[in-house]
């Protein structure tokens, strides 16, 4: 018989023994190994979920153009840099004059929106219900815009069409509806919206138009739960975004596409250079005002999970280190109780190295056993969670082989200590042990 063959038939025998102690102590098993459990569980689940949000997100960029860049005020990105909020709001409003002053003098822009929200009471106020015939939406997001807003999106009108120039221009009282609300008015009850008019709050609207589902981060519903009225409009119904400097006017945003062969950073410093000229600023001051990218909002979104990771991590490695402990206990124990099992085994030939192998094996097989309930119970985390919610979920592979790794290493770091000690047990004493 080969060396090989022999370390194979011991490696199975050492095994077999290890799943014998866990079947004869199954309490005491479960307890030590519930700490490891607990650390797999939360390694495997949260990084199904984390890498889901990960996916959805950097697809929903992709869909809605990566070549985006967004002017605003101020947002999420300003309070990752560092700058307070106080000296945000002392930022100037962005308006539909930068938006025509872009567009009348930037020659490398192919294409120039303005989104309206928010309201004079607060953001949020421009959240309307919309009614139909006995049938009402929940709140969702109004938007005032130009009729450019289903191109620059890339979004697909599943029925009728978007308001024409002329339409925005002189604030026509017509609305393009989201998915979610005409499921909620029409789908329901098989009514072609087109034509049909509708109250948006205190206020009536001829539908023109519905635009299909839109890829959102998360597999969140909202996404689809909004409305779009030409901009003019939507200051007569919530008030201009000039009504007042404080936290709670309307907010504007104005997302810019390059010409055709123009390149995006190309474009971004174009309308940064007539952003500070309309503000006034010097060459030694810094911007007022937010350029932002879908590579701005991802590395954010990475500095983000890379700490939830990380936090994630440390507390995972604490329950290991809980389950850690309590192996070494166990396997303290069972040094103890085998003692004299493991004089015979010395009397007739085992070598120590075959004794600390057989022990590092057993708490090898404790955490994996561990290990593989965690996997599986972070498994149907995240998938209860998608089939619950719909929040997207990602079962990597690598995943799985870093908790079973983790639960192993677990197992023969804790476990060497008494593996140590029994591979060093004289057999004279070990056999006399009572």
Known sequence: MSALTKQLALFRETAALAFDTLRSHKMRSALTVLGVVIGVTSIVGMTSL??????????????LG???????????????????????????????????????????????????????????????????????????PIMGTTERYVDINFAEMVAGRSFTEQEALRGRAVVVIGYGPYQALFQSRGIDPIGKSIRVGAKEY??????????????????????????????????????????????????????????RDDMMREV???????????????????????????????????AILLALVVISSIALMVGGIGVMAIMTISVTERTREIGVRKAIGARRLEILVQFLIEAAVLTSVGGILGVLMGSAIGLGVNLISGFPVSLPWWSFALGLGFSAGIGIFFGMLPAWRASRLDPIEALRYE
Do not use: C
Request: glycine share 10%; aromatic share 10%.
């Open 50 to 63: 984390i890498r889901g949000f990960d996916s959805s997100l950097r697809d929903s960029i992709n869909t």
């Open 66 to 140: 990566p070549n985006t860049v967004y002017v605003q005020r101020f947002g999420g990105l300003s309070f990752a840099s560092g700058a307070s909020f106080m000296q945000l709001m002392r930022r100037p409003l962005v308006t539909s004059d930068d938006m025509h002053a872009i567009e009348r003098n930037a020659t490398t822009v192919g294409m120039v929106d303005l989104w309206l929200s928010g309201g004079v009471g607060g953001p949020g106020q421009a959240n309307e219900r919309m009614f139909y015939r006995g049938q009402r939406t929940r709140p969702v």
């Open 206 to 263: 001829t539908v023109l138009g519905v635009i299909g589902k839109r890829p959102s981060p998360g597999g969140f519903r909202a996404a689809d739960d909004f409305a779009i009225i030409p901009y003019p409009a939507f200051r007569k119904q919530f008030g201009s975004e000039k009504v007042r400097r404080q936290f709670g006017g309307i907010f504007a945003m104005i997302p810019v596409l390059p010409k055709e062969g123009v390149s």
């Open 272 to 306: 940064e250079a007539i952003m500070r000229i309309r503000h006034g600023l010097t060459l030694d001051q810094p911007n007022d005002f937010d350029l932002v990218t879908s590579d701005a909002v991802l590395a954010v979104w990475d500095q983000i999970s890379a």
